[in-house]
Structures are given as C-alpha cells and as structure tokens.
C-alpha cells in the first residue's frame, strides 16, 4: 500500500529551469515531510523538510509547498544546475512512528546544459 | 566528521545462503534505522533501534531477517536463507534521538548492495 504518491517519475529540465515534483498523501497523522535527494551509488540526504503549519518553506534554492487540505506538497528547484541531476524522494512520517519515514517512489530529475 | 558508513558496500551470495549486513552509525547518535531499497523505488523502513532495543521492527518481512544493536552502536542486519527477491540496496540512517522531533534527522549511509544469485 503506497502511502505517499510521488510524480513524475522522471523529469529533464533546461539549466536555469524550474523543475516542480509532487507527492500526495492520504494518511492524515502524518506531521513531518522532507525531501531527500539521492545521487548514484549514495544513500539519501536530507535536502529540505517542512511541517504542516506552514505552507511554504524555502532553503536556498529549494523551496516546499505544502497544501494541508488537499494533502499534497511539491519541491520546486529555482536556477536549476546541472549538478541538481539526482533522484529525489518525497517522504513523511506520522505522529507516533518513532521517525519512520514513508518514502515516495522517487523522481529521476536531469538538467540539461 | 564521519557520516554514517556500512559495509560490505556489494554483497553476492546464492540463493539459500545466511548473509550479515553491518552499519555503523555516526557518533553519539541513539537512533538507528534499517530501510531496503528495491530498484527504481523509494526506500523501505525495516527496522528501528533506539539505542540497544529494537523500537519497532514492523517493516521486516519475515522471520528471516533479524537486526541487532548490542552495545547501541553498530548494527547487524541479518538474513537467513537469502532469496533472490531479498536483492536490493539495504539502507542504514542514524539520528541523534528519535524522542525529540528537533534532532531527529536522519543520516543515511551508502548502503550495501545485496546480490542473491
């Protein structure tokens, strides 16, 4: 049972673009919700993570948007560079679960020179 | 300072085969957590010691795998009778605590990727 459903699966996007990745969720416990970003051969980082009671939060040039209601956030990347190439997984974790995280299925993002 | 390193980094075996996975976590930190990923797939929680007792062990699949942390730092994910559908990239975070949600951020290591022929 998917619990967070991340899209797209794969993106390419132009230097200097803004790539946009959306994940949704049914589970309403869920409090906590960070992006990971993942290259090659490496394990997951933590790349930005926002709680509910804000609806937007911004890191450089990593910005999370969240809509509480519609129980869906998405990352967008502004001045996209070629080494933001990476795959990136939404995530989230519920109230109570000792820092389980539930991931997304991941998106395969490339910047273009 | 080190991040979180685990090894072997590749591991083949055959099929039926018992394999140990070991992770080491970043210094000092209390939580340690155990994910598989599976190709083209977002990782899995498994396994999640706070300090030497294992907190939640909901996400293990079956009674083959079993993961230890005896003196609340390094860990051990075991698998016994290894079967080709347990290949995957087996994960190791660390966070400094899980009981407190400003420290809790989890570090992961490079993963050892298992092989079952």
């Known amino acids: 049972q998917q619990q967070v459903k991340q899209s797209p699966q794969s993106l390419i996007v132009q230097k200097g673009g803004i790539p946009i990745i959306n994940c949704a969720y049914e589970?309403?416990?869920?409090?906590?919700f960070p992006w990971y970003q993942q290259f090659p051969g490496k394990g997951p980082a933590l790349l930005i993570a926002?709680?509910?009671?804000?609806s937007e939060k911004k890191e450089g040039r990593f910005t999370i948007s969240f809509n509480k209601s519609a129980k869906q956030f998405s990352l967008h990347i502004m001045d996209s560079q070629p080494g933001d190439s990476a795959t990136y997984f939404c995530?989230?974790?519920?109230?109570?679960?000792?820092?389980?995280?539930?991931f997304g299925t991941g998106t395969r993002l490339q910047v273009t020179l | 300072g080190a991040g979180v390193s685990q090894t072997p980094s590749n591991k083949v075996t055959e099929k039926g085969k018992y394999v140990e996975l070991r992770c080491d976590p970043i210094?000092?930190?209390?939580?340690l957590y155990w994910y598989r990923q599976s190709l083209g797939q977002g990782p899995e929680f498994l396994i999640y010691?706070?300090?030497?007792?294992?907190?939640?062990d909901s996400g293990l699949p079956n009674d083959r795998f079993f993961a230890v942390r005896p003196e609340g730092s390094v860990s051990t994910l075991k698998i016994q009778r290894t079967e080709r559908g347990d290949s995957a990239v087996y994960l190791c975070?660390?966070?400094?605590?899980?009981?407190?949600?400003?420290?809790?951020?989890?570090?992961f290591g490079p993963g050892t990727r298992l092989t079952v022929l």
């Open positions: 975070a660390s966070s400094l605590t899980a009981l407190a949600p400003s420290t809790d951020t989890q570090y």
């Open positions: 589970n309403t416990a869920f409090d906590y």
């Open positions: 926002i709680r509910p009671d804000v």
């Open positions: 995530a989230a974790r519920a109230t109570g679960t000792a820092s389980k995280l539930t």
């Open positions: 210094s000092g930190h209390t939580a």
């Open positions: 010691f706070q300090g030497t007792g294992a907190a939640d």
